[in-house]
């Protein structure tokens, strides 16, 4: 499954809509319309109660729905923006500046044609929250676990409305050896580059990540308000811990059925197992690699009585533009792809289950009726839940 980044999407649909007001050749105004709508079907699949992706991505997607001219539930998302403003939620200037265009109706679009000083202060601040006791008290932990051991917990009063980059310097005041820590301001708040001397890293993907009641925080620590008897944790996490034999095997694993088997595919796999990485394969010299990949040859091969047939549901569905739904049954060989059962349902149904002549790479043949989607899955079915009795 690919990563899907809402606010990167938002930019994108943005960038394109933009675009979109260039003399264009009508193909390719079809391609951008056709990918922003892509897009906005997909923020609106990560979209809840409001929040488009998480709630930092919501104001960049608010302007690429706006901008897309699609209908959605835009009084949901401002409402939700409004209770977060009094939490201090986009208090950083990097954070309000991308809710503050959807809150005033407009999108980055449009600000060169803004003309501020005929703004109406038109928002309604809601009510400021009751008063609270002067003082809270809070737990904090610091761990680590790479490299040194450290641990550490203090409790601190610290005043109601405080943030955890408050309850940090509260605590290293407190205990410095302990909690001492240090930090680099960015546009995001402050950003924790050490704990009691041990460093953030960017190439080894070690960095301090903070908890609440053993949850990460989905904030920074200039931006989370602590609230009373809050148990805090900095931690360390790296990245460069993980089970790279559990990857190599499940890829080793899967070669065998062929997910592997295209260019592109194999292409992104090989310079793992050849324990490289496409940074150095400028160095390689070819012809004095040794095979040492005994692993592929030693494994059984599979057994040479012919395949079983399997019996496949396969279903097309559009909701975009034409309303497509259709399901068939296709029984095919154990070991077909993806592309063998669209090519028998194709020649069982052609008015349903047509596909686009000529399609170059099988990988992205879910392109059904001209509408191309992701890889399908590596074009191999073998595990799908849509098995059905193999007869
Ligand atoms: C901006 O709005 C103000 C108040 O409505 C008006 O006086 C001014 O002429 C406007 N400026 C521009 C550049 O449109
Ligand atoms: C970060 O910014 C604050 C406020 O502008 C300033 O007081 C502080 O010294 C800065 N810290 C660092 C590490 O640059
Ligand atoms: C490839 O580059 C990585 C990172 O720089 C390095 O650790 C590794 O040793 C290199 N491998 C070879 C075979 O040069
Ligand atoms: C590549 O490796 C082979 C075999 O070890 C060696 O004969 C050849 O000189 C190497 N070529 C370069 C450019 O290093
Ligand atoms: C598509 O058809 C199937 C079976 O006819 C039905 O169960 C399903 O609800 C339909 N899907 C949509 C989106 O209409
Ligand atoms: C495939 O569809 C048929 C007819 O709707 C149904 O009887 C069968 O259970 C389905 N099989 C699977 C695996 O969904």
């Known amino acids: 499954m690919l990563l899907f980044l809402t606010d990167t999407a938002a930019v994108s649909i943005l960038a394109q809509v933009c675009l979109k007001k260039m003399t264009l050749t009508p193909k390719v105004k079809k391609e951008i319309r056709e990918s ?33 001219g699609i209908q959605w539930n835009c009084r949901e998302s401002l409402k939700m923006i409004l209770d977060q403003i009094p939490k201090g939620t986009f208090d950083l200037p990097m954070t309000a500046s991308q809710i503050i265009p959807s809150l005033e109706g407009q999108t980055y679009l449009n600000v060169i044609g803004l003309n501020c000083s005929a703004d109406k202060d038109d928002i309604i ?7 609270r006791p002067r003082l809270i008290h809070v737990r904090y932990t610091i761990s680590a676990k790479v490299k040194i051991f450290i641990k550490g917990t203090i409790t601190v009063h610290v005043p109601w409305g405080s943030t955890f980059f408050d309850v940090m310097k509260v605590a290293m005041e407190k205990k410095c050896k302990i ?8 546009s995001w708040g402050p950003y924790i580059t050490s704990v009691q001397g041990l460093m953030a890293d960017d190439n080894q ?20 308000i602590v609230s ?9 996490v790296s990245g460069i811990q993980w089970n790279c034999r559990e990857s190599l095997k499940m890829i080793l694993d899967q070669i065998h059925k062929g997910t592997f088997d295209l260019p592109m595919a194999a292409s992104q796999i090989i310079p793992s197992l050849e324990g490289r990485t496409y940074l150095n ?20 091969s599979p057994p040479t009585s012919p395949p079983p047939c399997i019996c496949v549901n396969y279903t097309v569905s559009a909701k975009v533009k034409t309303f497509i739904n259709g399901t068939i049954p296709v029984h ?52 799908g839940p849509k098995h059905c009795a193999v007869s």
């Open 36 to 68: 922003v709508e892509q897009l906005v079907q997909k923020i609106m699949t990560h979209s809840h109660n409001g929040v488009l992706g998480n709630m930092y991505s919501t104001g960049l997607a608010m302007q690429a729905l706006t901008v897309s």
């Open 125 to 131: 601040p809601t009510p400021s929250p009751p008063t």
């Open 179 to 186: 909690f001492r820590f240090t930090y680099e301001n960015s």
């Open 205 to 224: 993907r070690t960095y301090w990540q903070l908890l609440s009641g053993n949850i990460p925080l989905d904030r920074g620590a200039g931006n989370y």
């Open 228 to 236: 009373d008897k809050e148990r805090l944790e900095a931690l360390t």
């Open 281 to 300: 394969v400028t160095g390689l010299n070819c012809s004095a690699d040794k095979d040492d990949l005994d692993i592929i040859t030693t494994t059984p």
């Open 332 to 383: 095919v060989p154990q070991g077909s792809s993806l592309f063998d059962v669209m090519k028998v349902a194709q020649d069982k149904n052609w008015n349903i289950f047509r596909y686009p002549a000529g399609m170059a790479n099988p990988a992205y043949a879910v392109g059904v009726f001209g509408s191309v989607g992701q890889p399908a899955a590596q074009g191999q079915w073998g595990n």
